[in-house]
């Protein structure tokens, strides 16, 4: 199984928005809707920032969004913070009851 | 609140056997909405999926480690096990023990601190 697409690097300046992309396959992101994005910190483990394409667990902040078009995922940061700078991964099930993450992608605040 | 601790050798030799324990503490293992996975993470690269297992002991593995992987489940004893055969350098990895939720799509929403294995001679 492939790993699913993302931009190695995003960056953006404080207070606007970006988006980051996962492009999967009819097998994965298209074939169901169970993507998941991980934020993570160097040295640290990976946090669940959304589920369920674009459900945030309690306690993630609403500037984290999540949507789907097709084999394609994406998550938005609205009102970028210092603090968003970190690594993010998507993930999502298969149709083969396994799980598949993207390479991930190094957000970098300006 | 639940938290995961991963345990076991940090140095392995080529060739020989990785095995690993995850203890689950604040809530039972034995839950019918949760899978209990194994994720490792090469030294600056992504996340790679080893395999999830319920705890009736169904398992799930990633097709390219299947040969040389058991995930194990203890649920008397709310633990879980990794075990993975003849190891290379490739296997260097942080691992992490985490949740995986049905009710949350599938999600990994509890992980564990991660463990550093090095596989060298």
């Known amino acids: 199984q492939s790993a699913l697409t993302q931009p190695a690097s995003v960056s953006g300046s404080p207070g606007q928005s970006i988006t980051i992309s996962c492009i999967g396959t009819?097998?994965?992101?298209?074939?169901?809707?169970?993507v998941s994005w991980y934020q993570q910190y160097p040295g640290k483990a990976p946090k669940l920032l959304i589920y369920?394409?674009?459900s945030r667990p309690s306690g993630v902040s609403n500037r984290f969004s999540g949507s789907k078009s097709g084999d394609t995922a994406s998550l938005t940061i609205s009102g970028l913070q210092a603090e968003d700078e970190a690594d993010y991964y998507c993930s999502s099930y298969t149709i083969r009851s396994t799980v598949l993450f993207g390479g991930g992608t190094k957000v970098t605040v300006l | 609140q639940l938290q995961l601790q991963e345990s076991g050798p940090g140095l392995v030799k080529p060739s020989e056997t990785l095995s690993l324990t995850c203890t689950v503490s604040?809530?039972?293992?034995?839950?019918?909405?949760?899978?209990w996975a194994w994720i490792r993470q090469p030294p600056g690269k992504t996340l790679e999926w080893i395999g999830n297992?319920?705890?009736?002991?169904?398992?799930d593995y990633n097709p390219s480690l299947r040969s040389r992987v058991t995930i194990s489940v203890d649920t008397s004893m709310d633990h879980f096990s990794l075990s993975l055969n003849s190891v290379t350098a490739a296997d260097t990895a942080v691992y992490y023990c985490?949740?995986?939720?049905?009710?949350?799509?599938?999600?990994?929403?509890?992980w564990g601190q991660g463990t550093t294995v090095t596989v060298s001679s």
């Open positions: 009819s097998s994965d992101i298209g074939g169901y809707n169970y």
């Open positions: 985490a949740r995986l939720g049905i009710i949350v799509g599938y999600g990994l929403d509890v």
């Open positions: 369920d394409v674009s």
């Open positions: 297992i319920y705890y009736t002991g169904r398992t």
């Open positions: 604040g809530g039972p293992i034995g839950s019918s909405s949760y899978y």
